[in-house]
């Protein structure tokens, strides 16, 4: 096997058919230079190189070897930099789990600013529940996650990305004062649309505990797996759900007409939050500060 050493000690001989031009190339003596070439000919068991007092030239199998030692150099090379280019955020693979309700806001404009500022990066995006998320980021199964985590879990680092007031989302044709905010316990009556506490603790925690500060246990007789799956459901006018608010500046939808948004007197918050391990690296670094910016620009553009 040939090292990259090597190859770069005969791609000099062999460009400056000259060993002491060549040793000169290299920062190095003539001997060393010389020793190492005989003992790369001895090990291949082939004569690279024709050597007379008056010059040296290529055999025919030299010729052959320097285009692989070209290329051997050349894949060096470009490793280097794809090296540092990872340790320095610019390059490498990057995995994120995101919650459903993130893939209409604010993912989009978080991969707009992330692969804008990181081109090189290969980015890898799988939709989570936020229980899931969490282990899979515990796991090394995915560098990052965006989840509606409340706490920082054991062994990982979290920060907040931004809260947003719970809407009531309402069949359209119950919707009949959908303008005007309306008392939660307005909907106590009503059937709900539930998404399970093992899917999302907290998200499930919150909505639980919205229903009491309004003093009512909602009657949870639909189940969905995810607020996109609850969002149809209520469209089909099954019931009704608290979802994030930023799920009503979605792109529109074949079924929105069929869903209202209604804003309510006195919301409680949902935040959503990054969750990472602790021995972040400069991509994640990179995406975090991504998310922060997207969700900063985002809130001007929506205030």
Same mark, same amino acid.
């Given at each position: 096997?040939?090292?990259?050493?090597?190859?770069?000690?005969?791609?000099?001989?062999?460009?400056?058919?000259?060993?002491?031009?060549?040793?000169?190339?290299?920062?190095?003596?003539?001997?060393?230079?010389?020793?190492?070439?005989?003992?790369?000919?001895?090990?291949?068991?082939?004569?690279?190189?024709?050597?007379?007092?008056?010059?040296?030239?290529?055999?025919?199998?030299? %010729?052959?070897?320097?285009?692989?030692?070209?290329?051997? =150099?050349?894949?060096?090379?470009?490793?280097?930099? %794809?090296?540092?280019?990872?340790?320095?955020?610019?390059?490498?693979?990057?995995?994120?789990?995101?919650?459903?309700?993130? !893939?209409?806001?604010?993912?989009?404009? =978080?991969?707009?600013?992330?692969?804008?500022?990181?081109?090189?990066?290969?980015?890898?995006?799988?939709?989570?529940?936020?229980?899931? %998320?969490?282990?899979?980021?515990?796991?090394?199964?995915?560098?990052?996650?965006?989840?509606?985590?409340?706490?920082?879990?054991?062994?990982?680092?979290?920060?907040?990305?931004?809260?947003?007031?719970?809407?009531?989302?309402?069949?359209?044709?119950?919707?009949?004062?959908?303008?005007?905010?309306?008392?939660?316990?307005?909907?106590?009556?009503?059937?709900?649309?539930?998404?399970?506490?093992?899917?999302?603790?907290?998200?499930?925690?919150?909505?639980?505990?919205?229903?009491?500060? %309004?003093? !009512?246990?909602?009657?949870?007789?639909?189940?969905?797996?995810? =607020?996109?799956?609850?969002?149809?459901?209520?469209?089909?006018?099954?019931?009704?759900?608290?979802?994030?608010?930023?799920?009503?500046?979605?792109?529109?939808?074949?079924?929105?007409?069929?869903?209202?948004?209604?804003?309510?007197?006195?919301?409680?918050? =949902?935040?959503?939050?990054?969750?990472?391990?602790?021995?972040?690296?400069?991509?994640?670094?990179?995406?975090?500060?991504?998310?922060?910016?997207?969700?900063?620009?985002?809130?001007?553009?929506?205030?």
């Amino acid at each position: 096997m040939v090292d990259v050493r090597e190859a770069r000690y005969f791609v000099a001989v062999a460009e400056e058919l000259h060993f002491g031009r060549a040793a000169e190339r290299l920062h190095m003596s003539q001997p060393p230079l010389s020793q190492a070439i005989k003992t790369l000919e001895h090990r291949l068991g082939v004569t690279l190189l024709h050597r007379t007092t008056r010059e040296v030239t290529l055999t025919a199998a030299g %010729a052959v070897f320097l285009d692989a030692c070209r290329t051997l =150099i050349g894949a060096s090379t470009a490793a280097d930099a %794809a090296v540092r280019q990872a340790a320095d955020g610019q390059a490498g693979e990057l995995r994120i789990g995101v919650v459903t309700s993130s !893939f209409s806001d604010p993912l989009p404009r =978080i991969l707009e600013l992330f692969q804008r500022a990181h081109p090189r990066v290969d980015v890898r995006v799988e939709e989570v529940d936020t229980r899931v %998320a969490v282990q899979s980021v515990h796991r090394r199964e995915l560098d990052v996650a965006l989840v509606r985590q409340l706490a920082t879990p054991p062994g990982l680092e979290r920060v907040t990305l931004h809260r947003e007031p719970f809407v009531l989302a309402v069949p359209a044709a119950w919707a009949d004062a959908a303008d005007e905010p309306w008392d939660l316990a307005r909907a106590a009556e009503l059937p709900w649309v539930w998404l399970p506490r093992r899917i999302s603790p907290d998200y499930h925690d919150e909505v639980v505990a919205s229903c009491r500060a %309004a003093g !009512f246990a909602p009657d949870a007789r639909h189940l969905a797996r995810s =607020i996109n799956s609850q969002l149809a459901m209520v469209g089909c006018g099954l019931g009704v759900a608290l979802v994030p608010g930023g799920v009503a500046r979605r792109p529109e939808r074949a079924d929105d007409a069929r869903v209202r948004f209604v804003r309510l007197e006195h919301p409680a918050t =949902i935040e959503l939050s990054a969750v990472w391990r602790p021995e972040t690296s400069p991509l994640v670094e990179g995406f975090v500060h991504s998310a922060r910016a997207a969700i900063s620009e985002g809130g001007a553009a929506h205030s």
